[in-house]
């Protein structure tokens, strides 16, 4: 059977196990019980074939797959890497949570035309295998632009008018930056350097593309980072509080599992396989993007103390963390990087925690303002407990895993000689403390619920279990993670070492 796994059949596996949930979810429109439990276990064949994909990487086996070529120096293709291979771990295994949540949301809350749902879901995680693991900027583009529109019926699910205008300023923002901006960026980067492989210690930093000035490379990272809509940086971050009229099953895999994370997985990619860390340090290019990264993380925090919606300032929240992953790359060095691939799945765990009970607080109560949440905690314990886990995470506090994503961005900041820098990142720490555990404290403390019965288990009104036990799980994710995150560093570590090593 091993011999059967070889590199391409892994690569195709990975891209067409969440295609055929797709094609499953098309064909079995009123079959619902069918069509769930076969995405369930193609949600887990993909875990399951990451996992092996990761196996025989750790052995040394190289996964590269060249699948259309148009010319020597263009090509649709894949290759895997370790920080590919860390976004697809985190996504292939949040796929799991997300359909279980999914489908207990789904049922609980009585949505329609679940087929639709689940088979958009399932093409978007498609998307992304295809993005995690692309060999270069055009497979890059293309998987990106693919998970663009399928997600956009997600997002317009509700077919409300307040979710159709959502939906439009989803897609409008992020086809427009990706067609304006990114492209233009790609192309410009095969017109300075004939190419466009994902190389070690970055394409423009390559001895054979000759020397790029400096001004060239600021205009080239100003069209990337803006024409990367999906990391959501200021100011083109208005479509992801505009998403929020979607299903927030829908919100987990926007700020989760795939729109977001590939967002800033495909800046820090840039950084390092297009740019070069090195490089950036050296010409100071990215200078200005740390600025710009850093009044996104403290502006969004603002924002998001003041928006009485629970998934608003949870959208505004996510705008304000996935600016550290691009601070991580602008600070244009091996403890940035580190720090910013960490950051990926730390804040994973962390958000997707506190979607999930959001949505369990809408399934049980129908409540989505935190001023109408004062004593729920006392009803949905489980539920409020996981999103204080998720949100002590998400804040940086031990032994909660996103404290080390964020001390390992303290630290590049240090080593950078950014001592602003490192006061942006503690500010927002407690602008964090300020707009998340509150309200965990207003469940739990606050006095609108006084339920007549006596016994905690006739004060229980959680959600259904699909829609708590996942939260829970996450949840505890946040706290294994800690234990583990050095050992996430010493995979990525390498990607930074080859930093310097390339550029040589």
Not at 220 to 249: C, D, E, N, Q, S
Not at 424 to 441: E, G, H, K, Q
Request: aromatic share 10%; hydrophobic share 55%.
């Amino acid at each position: 059977m091993s011999e059967l796994l070889t590199p391409p059949v892994l690569i195709a596996l990975s891209i067409a196990l969440p295609f055929l949930a797709f094609l499953g979810c098309l064909l079995l429109p009123r079959q619902d019980n069918l069509r769930d439990w076969l995405t369930l276990v193609l949600a887990v064949a993909l875990f399951a074939t990451v996992v092996t994909i990761f196996t025989q990487f750790q052995a040394g086996t190289s996964f590269a797959v060249e699948v259309i070529s148009f010319s020597p120096s263009l090509s649709i293709g894949f290759e895997i890497e370790r920080l590919g291979l860390v976004f697809a771990l985190v996504a292939s295994s949040l796929w799991i949570l997300t359909h279980l949540y999914g489908v207990g949301y789904m049922r609980g809350n009585k949505e329609k035309k679940h087929a639709r749902f689940f088979g958009a879901f399932a093409f978007a995680i498609s998307a992304t295998m295809g993005l995690a693991f692309s060999s270069n900027l055009l497979t890059l583009f293309l998987f990106y632009e693919a998970l663009t529109v399928s997600t956009y019926p997600l997002v317009a699910h509700k077919e409300t008018a307040e979710a159709k205008s959502g939906a439009r300023v989803y897609l409008g923002i992020l086809m427009g930056t990706s067609i304006a901006l990114l492209l233009t960026a790609i192309v410009s980067t095969y017109v300075v350097a004939g190419r466009l492989d994902f190389v070690p210690g970055g394409l423009l930093s390559d001895p054979s593309v000759g020397p790029v000035n400096s001004t060239t490379l600021v205009v080239l990272l100003a069209l990337f980072a803006f024409g990367i809509g999906k990391a959501a940086l200021m100011p083109f971050h208005r479509w992801l509080p505009a998403a929020m009229v979607a299903p927030t099953p829908v919100s987990a895999l926007l700020h989760a599992v795939a729109v977001v994370k590939a967002g800033v997985f495909t800046m820090l990619k840039v950084g390092v396989y297009i740019f070069g860390i090195d490089r950036l340090a050296e010409t100071g290019a990215s200078q200005w993007l740390m600025w710009v990264a850093a009044v996104s993380i403290l502006t969004a925090s603002l924002i998001a103390m003041q928006q009485d919606n629970l998934k608003k300032r949870l959208a505004y929240s996510t705008v304000s963390q996935l600016s550290y992953i691009t601070l991580g790359m602008a600070l244009a060095n091996s403890l940035g990087v580190l720090g910013g691939g960490l950051h990926i799945v730390t804040h994973a765990f962390g958000k997707i925690t506190l979607f999930m009970c959001a949505g369990a607080i809408y399934v049980a109560t129908h409540k989505t303002e935190i001023s109408q949440m004062r004593g729920l905690g006392r009803q949905m314990p489980f539920t409020f407990i996981a999103f204080g886990i998720g949100a002590l995470s998400i804040i940086g506090l031990p032994p909660l895993t996103g404290s080390w994503s964020k001390w390992t961005l303290l630290l590049a900041s240090a080593d950078a000689g950014q001592l602003v820098i490192m006061g942006v990142l503690m500010l927002s720490s407690l602008l964090n403390v300020a707009y998340l555990l509150p309200i965990f404290a207003r469940g739990f403390y606050g006095d609108g619920i006084k339920p007549a019965q006596s016994t905690w288990r006739e004060r229980l009104a959680e959600a259904p279990v699909l829609c708590v036990l996942p939260p829970c799980i996450t949840a505890l994710g946040c706290l294994i993670l800690f234990f583990v995150s050095d050992d996430i560093v010493a995979f990525l570590q390498p990607i930074a070492t080859t930093v310097t090593a390339g550029a040589q």
